[in-house]
């Protein structure tokens, strides 16, 4: 079975530009949970969808958002880029029935904010 | 805030020596713990979990220990091998009903396996 591919794998973006991330989560996986990840703040949960709808959200400012398709495939969107948005940004899926929490991380998209 | 801190950040060993990583987290009601290996390049991988309702679990090699009462949770490696060498995060989050919760992660540990 096919892991979590996430497209693309790098990007380099200016100030003030907007990006998309896509995301597919494992076939069957109803979940997914977009995190960042830098040097200095480690690995923070930006948010999680599932049916579409966004389940929880961490402590990013608006500019940060996403979106899952009826395919569970999922879209985060960045805009107004910041220097400080520069970082690898990770998507998990897991199968979420019940006791089946485990998430699965793809291998991420660094994007560099010039 | 929900928060999770881990030690040591950086812990060298000889190959075939243990190494033990520790996690405390402060959010009582967290009830599921997972530990990632993140190499070089790629994103975490899971290599082993623990729920509240279970003091210890071993995989092979590798075994992670939860004191609920102590908020503290540990990973322990044994006979380790170069391979090992990467970035290991601690974890926690609140599962409930259909709820996968958010996942609160330390701050990782760089391990380095000596040959």
């Known amino acids: 079975k096919a892991g979590v591919t996430q497209t693309p794998r790098y990007l380099i973006k200016t100030r003030g530009q907007q990006v998309t991330l896509s995301c597919s989560p494992i076939?069957?996986?109803?979940?997914v949970s977009w995190y960042q990840q830098t040097p200095g703040q480690g690995l923070q949960f930006l948010f999680e969808?599932?049916?579409?709808?966004?389940?929880n959200k961490g402590n990013f400012p608006g500019r940060f958002s996403g979106r899952q398709f009826s395919n569970s495939r999922s879209e985060m969107n960045v805009s107004t880029l910041e220097l400080g948005d520069s970082a690898l940004y990770l998507c998990?899926?897991?199968?979420?029935?019940?006791?089946?929490?485990?998430?699965?991380f793809g291998p991420g998209t660094r994007l560099l904010v010039l | 805030g929900e928060n999770v801190e881990q030690h040591p950040s950086t812990l060298s060993v000889q190959e075939g020596d243990s190494a033990v990583i520790k996690c405390t987290y402060s959010?009582?009601?967290?009830?599921?713990f997972p530990w990632y290996k993140q190499e070089l390049g790629k994103g975490p991988q899971l290599i082993i979990d623990?729920?509240?309702?279970?003091g210890e679990k071993k995989d092979q090699r590798i075994a992670v220990t939860l004191n609920k009462t102590a908020k503290h949770f540990s990973l322990h490696i044994t006979e380790t091998q170069p391979e090992d060498s990467a970035v290991y995060f601690c974890a926690a989050s609140l599962v409930w009903g259909s709820n996968t919760g958010k996942l609160i992660f330390g701050q990782g540990t760089t391990l380095q396996v000596k040959p």
């Open positions: 623990i729920r509240s309702n279970v």
């Open positions: 959010d009582s009601a967290s009830n599921y």
């Open positions: 076939s069957g996986h109803r979940s």
């Open positions: 969808y599932f049916s579409e709808t966004q389940r």
């Open positions: 998990a899926s897991s199968l979420d029935r019940g006791a089946q929490e485990t998430q699965y």
